[in-house]
């Protein structure tokens, strides 16, 4: 027997009702624009879209200058989706040290990090990216991996050294396996 979908669902996924608004697809380049416009444009998405990898690759490979350079000096930091206490301000050199010890705790993670939209207004930008971070760590608590899954909130601004993160908020839909493993790592259990 054919499994049939009840009439408001197949209706709402015909209409595309369940797609909210602000997920319309915007144009990547203005069409009437010129062609220095269109070729600026897409050089920063392409930049900006390599400087959200860094984000996450320097966290996997602990690169801690890669890690550095996609920051603005001051940074806007939110974390309180998975540990912190809310907007905090602090230099990125600051930010850079502090999470050193958690990822020299670990024995390996793996964060996708890529943009799910890029909206540029001028030397601005706002960019929400994947969050996918897996955190391993063999322990005696339970399993060894501990998973992120959610998105970031990330506003950019054009400096002289290209583009660059002046403020994150984190934000996870879900969390799986072992919570002790991030625990650890943050120092908050022994």
Do not use: C
């Not at 540990?83 to 040290?97: F, H, K, P, S």
């Not at 969050?131 to 054009?158: C, E, F, I, S």
């Not at 002046?166 to 934000?171: D, L, S, T, W």
């Amino acid at each position: 027997m054919k499994y049939r979908l009840p009439t408001a669902l197949a209706l709402a996924m015909t209409l595309g009702a369940a797609t909210p608004a602000h997920t319309a697809p915007t144009p990547i380049v203005d069409a009437a624009a010129s062609h220095g416009a269109k070729l600026q444009r897409l050089l920063d998405r392409e930049e900006i879209t390599q400087l959200i990898v860094n984000y996450g690759l320097a966290f996997d490979t602990q690169d801690w200058a890669l890690h550095r350079s996609v920051f603005t000096d001051q940074i806007e930091m939110d974390f309180s989706a998975s540990i912190g206490d809310g907007l905090v301000t602090m230099q990125a050199d600051d930010w850079v040290e502090a999470v050193k010890p958690f990822f020299a705790k670990l024995r390996g993670t793996q964060h996708i990090a890529m943009p799910l939209s890029i909206r540029i207004d001028g030397d601005e930008a706002y960019v929400r990216s994947l969050l996918h971070a897996q955190h391993y760590l063999p322990n005696d608590k339970g399993v060894p991996v501990q998973t992120m899954v959610g998105h970031y909130d990330n506003w950019l601004v054009r400096t002289d050294d290209g583009w660059k993160i002046r403020k994150i908020v984190q934000h996870i839909s879900w969390n799986e396996g072992n919570w002790y493993v991030f625990e650890k790592a943050a120092g908050i259990s022994d």
